[in-house]
């Protein structure tokens, strides 16, 4: 991490008072097709399509510590 990122550390009591950031009610109405149409039409959010996968390869993350 570089110095000009910050991060901010929460305690697991702190992160279980937070709100969460989905309603899950409203999501859960969604049909297939509405939650199809919105994922599409997020730029952030590229489909994944067959030419994706051609070339996609898995991948074990190194550890942080050493074990």
Known sequence: ???SEQSTGYTLE???KMRPLTD???SRTFSDAQL???AE???D???LDEAF???ARRVTP????PR
């Open 62 to 65: 190194a550890c942080k510590k």
């Open 1 to 3: 991490m570089s110095t």
């Open 41 to 43: 039409s997020d730029p």
């Open 14 to 16: 702190e992160i279980r």
């Open 45 to 47: 959010n590229p489909v």
């Open 36 to 38: 199809t149409a919105n």
């Open 53 to 55: 996968w051609e070339h």
């Open 24 to 26: 899950g009610r409203r």
